[in-house]
């Protein structure tokens, strides 16, 4: 029985620059990248190529010596240009010239019977082996999961409710033969459910019809999309427990691998945000170099361009490299500069959430905005206003946490919900916040003290 699940508490920011659903004409791509730092809780990764090496799509590259079992593996096809490090030799970005045709590396391939009488450890094994695997995240932390562990349930969001966001059934469209093939799999690994959540303002989704699962249908303001609350709202997390979760596209590239025997690591990515000139989607690979969807396609030169949504995402240069998990590609104004007034100004113009003097946008619930990166203040003291529990669907108190976090209080955190949320699921809060704290990154903090404590 599925569920319909209406959340009230949260906050739409309606943004100028939503990608048109059609496919753009683009210079081909010519390098890609892997960057260590998209695998969250990767602290010792280990290069097994040297600069001048070739590699197939699929051929290891990378591994974490914490998880020497996982391997990260190219994206494309191509020669290792350069192994980019910085400070104290961190290791930053793996860079690939690619091939003008991609290569790829040849694994075994499963039929549907194949799938359903392969044991679960030769199931792990394929998948760690071949550069999936780090498209399953675990809760608590959000980190890379463990394959030693076997988690309660599987969880997969399959709509995106963050400012500009990709439309799934556009991105996975005629993929639902791999995504069903992909879930085959995954139910192997748990013996607990794996659970859809899908949009219940739009029922129309190919995912519905997928066999195999407990789907859910979640509607309300942003942040209905995020797994995290999906999974607080059907089954949450309680200490000592895990819980896997999933991107569709991870699901679906799983399911390309056990089909056809190949790393498919092609995507389509949405190009965002009101600096965009030509909103649409893009045909690439994961880790691709944005500047083929930037130069000359921004309104002009001053812009920030952010791999991802501009509540979560990464700032990156105009020739940076698209995040590992990354759908969308953002652009908007670059807020470098002092505004008089600043939200005592009376306009119309500005987004907020907060019914301020000056600041009328709740006039105006519909309205998209062309919005900056200006944070137009400075961090100071909490003020205790109750509005992160208005933008929060999820039985937690997030002040209090926060505070908890703050105060390195391991036992405070532990009951006020820690092992439930990561970045994303009170990044609203950052957005909200009068007080201008990092809540993403404080977030973090309490994260890793939990985790490593």
Same mark, same amino acid.
């Given at each position: =029985?599925?569920?319909? *699940?209406?959340?009230?508490?949260?906050?739409?920011?309606?943004?100028?620059?939503?990608?048109? !659903?059609?496919?753009?004409?683009?210079?081909? #791509?010519?390098?890609?990248?892997?960057?260590? +730092?998209?695998?969250?809780?990767?602290?010792?990764?280990?290069? *097994?190529?040297?600069?001048?090496?070739?590699?197939?799509?699929?051929?290891? *590259?990378?591994?974490?010596?914490?998880?020497?079992?996982?391997?990260? #593996?190219?994206? #494309?096809?191509?020669?290792? #240009?350069?192994?980019?490090?910085?400070?104290?030799?961190?290791?930053?970005?793996?860079?690939?010239?690619?091939?003008?045709?991609?290569? %790829?590396?040849?694994?075994?391939?499963? +039929?549907?019977?194949?799938?359903?009488?392969?044991?679960?450890?030769?199931?792990?094994?394929?998948?760690?082996?071949?550069?999936?695997?780090?498209?399953?995240?675990?809760?608590?932390?959000?980190?890379?999961?463990?394959?030693?562990?076997?988690?309660?349930?599987?969880?997969?969001?399959? %709509?995106?409710?963050?400012?500009?966001?990709?439309? /799934?059934?556009?991105?996975?469209?005629?993929?639902?033969?791999?995504?069903?093939?992909?879930?085959?799999?995954?139910?192997?690994?748990?013996?607990?459910?794996?659970?859809?959540?899908?949009?219940?303002?739009?029922?129309?989704?190919? =995912?519905?019809?997928?066999?195999?699962?407990?789907? !859910?249908?979640?509607?309300?303001?942003?942040?209905?999309?995020?797994?995290?609350?999906?999974?607080?709202?059907?089954?949450?997390?309680?200490?000592?427990?895990?819980?896997? +979760?999933?991107?569709?596209?991870?699901?679906?590239?799983?399911?390309?691998?056990?089909?056809?025997?190949?790393?498919?690591?092609?995507?389509?990515?949405?190009?965002?945000?009101?600096?965009?000139?030509?909103? @649409? /989607?893009?045909?690439?690979?994961?880790?691709?170099?944005?500047?083929? /969807?930037?130069?000359? !396609?921004?309104?002009?030169?001053? @812009?920030?361009?952010?791999?991802?949504?501009?509540? +979560?995402?990464?700032?990156?240069?105009?020739?940076?490299?698209?995040?590992?998990?990354?759908?969308?590609?953002?652009?908007?104004?670059?807020?470098?500069?002092?505004?008089?007034?600043?939200?005592?100004?009376?306009?119309?113009?500005?987004?907020?959430?907060?019914?301020?003097?000056?600041?009328?946008?709740?006039?105006?619930?519909?309205?998209?905005?062309?919005?900056?990166?200006?944070?137009?203040?400075?961090?100071?003291?909490?003020?205790?206003?109750?509005?992160?529990?208005?933008?929060?669907? =999820?039985?937690?108190?997030?002040?209090?946490?926060?505070?908890?976090?703050?105060?390195?209080?391991?036992?405070?955190?532990?009951?006020?919900?820690? /092992?439930?949320? *990561?970045?994303?699921?009170?990044?609203?809060?950052? %957005?909200?916040?009068?007080?201008?704290?990092?809540?993403?990154?404080? @977030?973090?903090?309490?994260?890793?003290?939990?985790?490593?404590?």
């Amino acid at each position: =029985m599925s569920k319909q *699940i209406k959340l009230k508490k949260g906050f739409d920011i309606r943004l100028v620059g939503k990608a048109e !659903n059609k496919i753009g004409d683009f210079q081909p #791509v010519k390098t890609f990248a892997i960057k260590p +730092t998209d695998f969250i809780g990767m602290r010792r990764p280990k290069v *097994i190529v040297k600069e001048g090496d070739t590699v197939k799509a699929g051929s290891p *590259i990378l591994f974490d010596k914490k998880l020497e079992k996982v391997q990260y #593996v190219a994206p #494309v096809s191509g020669e290792i #240009v350069e192994i980019k490090r910085g400070e104290k030799r961190k290791l930053l970005e793996i860079k690939i010239l690619a091939d003008s045709e991609i290569n %790829f590396e040849n694994f075994e391939k499963f +039929t549907e019977a194949d799938i359903a009488a392969a044991s679960r450890e030769k199931l792990v094994d394929h998948m760690t082996a071949t550069g999936v695997w780090p498209q399953i995240i675990q809760r608590p932390y959000g980190v890379v999961a463990d394959p030693e562990d076997e988690p309660k349930n599987i969880f997969i969001s399959c %709509f995106d409710t963050h400012p500009l966001a990709p439309d /799934y059934d556009f991105l996975l469209k005629g993929q639902a033969n791999y995504f069903q093939a992909g879930i085959n799999v995954l139910k192997k690994l748990t013996k607990g459910g794996v659970f859809l959540g899908l949009s219940g303002e739009s029922k129309s989704s190919e =995912m519905a019809n997928i066999q195999g699962v407990e789907t !859910n249908y979640f509607s309300g303001p942003h942040p209905a999309g995020n797994v995290g609350v999906q999974i607080h709202h059907i089954a949450p997390i309680n200490k000592g427990e895990t819980i896997w +979760t999933l991107n569709p596209y991870g699901v679906v590239q799983i399911g390309k691998l056990f089909t056809n025997g190949h790393y498919d690591a092609s995507k389509l990515i949405a190009l965002t945000g009101s600096e965009i000139k030509t909103p @649409v /989607y893009a045909q690439t690979y994961i880790g691709s170099c944005v500047d083929s /969807y930037v130069a000359g !396609n921004t309104n002009s030169d001053n @812009v920030r361009v952010v791999s991802g949504n501009v509540l +979560t995402g990464e700032k990156i240069k105009r020739d940076g490299y698209l995040g590992f998990y990354d759908h969308q590609l953002t652009a908007i104004p670059e807020g470098d500069y002092y505004e008089f007034l600043g939200w005592m100004k009376p306009t119309t113009e500005k987004l907020s959430y907060h019914k301020a003097l000056g600041l009328l946008s709740f006039l105006y619930p519909k309205k998209e905005y062309a919005l900056d990166s200006n944070v137009r203040g400075e961090e100071r003291a909490f003020v205790q206003t109750g509005v992160f529990e208005s933008v929060t669907p =999820m039985d937690i108190y997030p002040v209090y946490l926060l505070k908890a976090i703050m105060a390195e209080d391991f036992d405070e955190m532990e009951e006020l919900g820690i /092992y439930e949320v *990561i970045e994303e699921d009170l990044a609203l809060c950052e %957005f909200v916040d009068v007080s201008k704290h990092p809540v993403q990154e404080i @977030v973090r903090k309490g994260i890793e003290l939990i985790q490593f404590s």
